[in-house]
């Protein structure tokens, strides 16, 4: 059985899709998000500390 390649890209496209067929739009932030995780440059449970970390520091203002 041929193993796909699947890049980034592709990969991103196809969780916007899937968004998309659920009506949810996605933003730039989130598309960049969403490759840093399928990079691996980015644990999941670290960027959403981080987005959370975020949105404290803006309610706060």
Known sequence: MKKLNLTTEFRVA???GSLAIEGIRVSP???ANMTRVI???VKGE???RE???RY???VAI
């Open 56 to 58: 404290r520091q803006r």
């Open 39 to 41: 990079n691996g440059e």
């Open 46 to 48: 670290d960027l959403r």
């Open 29 to 31: 932030e989130l598309r």
């Open 14 to 16: 196809q969780a916007v």
């Open 51 to 53: 987005l959370v970390e």
